[in-house]
């Protein structure tokens, strides 16, 4: 697998942990300094974990809950950095059975100090 297939997985696998509410797996995917920008955080920097982990302590129904990537691009910034861009789609069942979507901008950087991928940064536009 190469650089690009392997940070794609990652990604991958970043994103499931979110849908399905794994935080041990998030823990494991993300640098404990991990920075972003995000709608949730009303335009302020947050530094660390904790912001995260109260939404992964909120219930989620992962069966009812789909993630696609439109037009995924990973940029290799030398042998140790990645920056991955993409459109998030979201798809959802309400209730009824009712599905919508949501479609947001992201853009995920990754390093590799020590051998191991690391998210250490992500902005995430508004919906």
């Known amino acids: 697998m190469n650089e690009t297939e392997q ?6 696998r970043l994103l499931d942990s979110i849908v399905v509410g794994d935080w041990q797996t998030y823990c494991e995917l993300c640098d404990p300094t991990l920075s972003c920008f995000e709608p949730e ?19 989620r129904d992962a069966l009812k809950t ?8 990973v940029r290799l910034l030398g042998l140790d950095t990645a920056v991955v861009s993409y459109v998030r789609l979201t798809q ?12 947001v901008e992201e853009t995920r950087v990754w390093h590799k100090p020590h051998g191991t991928w690391k998210l250490v940064h992500f902005h995430r536009s508004p919906t």
Request: a neutral charge; proline letters at 2%; aromatic letters at 8%.
């Open 7 to 12: 940070l794609m997985d990652l990604n991958k």
């Open 92 to 103: 959802r069942l309400d209730g009824s059975g009712k599905a919508s979507t949501q479609s």
């Open 41 to 59: 955080a009303n335009g302020c920097l947050v530094e660390g974990m904790d912001f995260h982990r109260f939404y992964f302590e909120m219930a």
């Open 66 to 73: 789909q993630t696609t990537l439109s037009r995924p691009h």
